[in-house]
């Protein structure tokens, strides 16, 4: 194991380090999370966490999977908190490596009050959250001078898999000009049926931006009376972002990826009225 460089922590046998490994990109880990890989004896990762990430763990580190597979049911929460204080109590080097930000929608909360309730010395190392690094990778702003001054982060998945009841959508819409929903796509439908009732008008500007920032990552814009149909026509797959809110038409002329690719941009983006129903 190389020495920590100066500035940064040591990892110490006993701890647990909670780490964000961002949405996918491995160029968006940060120094830490990558210090962090190169120290583990043993990283428990998520099934959000990409294998380019993994790839940069040291050598003799144990990689040790607790996600879901296959859409079978992974390990409950209590069994990775016990995992992790059983790893740590053996004189482990543990990462727990999760995907975007672990203290955004990613239960890491409840694994570090678990730790705490065990006396396990534990170092929280924030990652890049997939709702501003992967709209990033989309060309799509959270907030522009021109269009909005705040923005909202939700989950679509509440407790036990449906749509969180405890959302107040007419308060959100009414407050909020951009929208950052996480875990839509399951319920994109009760999702934009829930937006609409609470008065977001049908051609309100929505992007659906999957494996952002991976090799596979798709972008469909649509508005919020076509998201649905877009969505399922391009044939969408979780894991995937949606972007509601005027900040989305910034993408004609923020599309960095496409630019690189070759596509052209626009250079009046808000100016264009209408919506657009462009897969790209
Ligand atoms: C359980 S939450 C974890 C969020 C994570 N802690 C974060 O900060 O990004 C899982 C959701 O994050 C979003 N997500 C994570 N990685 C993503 C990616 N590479 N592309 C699109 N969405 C992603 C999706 O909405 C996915 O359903």
């Known amino acids: 194991m190389l020495p920590a460089p100066p500035g940064l922590p040591e990892f110490l046998p006993g701890w647990v380090w909670l780490v964000g490994a961002g949405p996918g990109d491995p160029a ?15 990283v428990i990762y998520d099934a959000l966490v990409s294998a380019a990430v993994l790839a940069l763990a040291r050598g003799g580190a ?12 992974g390990p409950k929460q209590p069994d990775i908190s016990r995992r992790l204080i059983q ?38 190392v924030p990652g890049v959250t997939a709702g501003i690094g992967g709209l990033a990778y989309a060309g799509i702003p959270l907030t522009a001078r021109d269009t909005n001054s705040s923005v909202t982060f939700l989950t679509g998945h509440g407790v036990g898999g449906a749509v969180p009841d405890g959302i107040d959508w007419a308060a959100v819409v009414r407050a909020s000009p951009m929208l950052v929903i996480y875990m839509a796509l399951k319920h994109l439908p009760e999702i934009v049926a829930r937006l609409t009732g609470a008065g977001l008008a049908g051609a309100t500007p929505v992007a659906v931006v999957a494996s952002a920032t991976l090799p596979a990552m798709e972008v469909r814009v ?7 149909a877009a969505a399922a026509a391009a044939g ?5 972002i949606l972007a509601v809110g005027e900040p989305v038409r910034l993408r004609a002329g923020l599309d960095w990826l496409g630019a690189i690719a070759g596509r052209a941009l626009e250079t009046d983006p808000l100016g264009a009225r209408g919506a657009r129903d462009t897969g790209s």
């Open 28 to 42: 968006l880990l940060t120094v830490g999370a990558l210090h962090a890989l190169q120290q583990a004896d043993l």
């Open 62 to 73: 144990i990689l040790e999977y607790a996600g879901k597979r296959g859409g079978k049911p």
């Open 87 to 124: 790893a740590a109590r053996r004189e482990m080097r543990v990462l727990r490596l999760k995907g975007g930000d672990p203290f955004v929608f990613g239960r890491g909360a409840e694994e570090a009050l678990a730790l705490a309730g065990a006396n396990i010395p534990f170092r929280v």
């Open 222 to 228: 649509a508005t919020l009376a076509t998201v649905v």
């Open 236 to 240: 969408l797959e979780p894991p995937a």
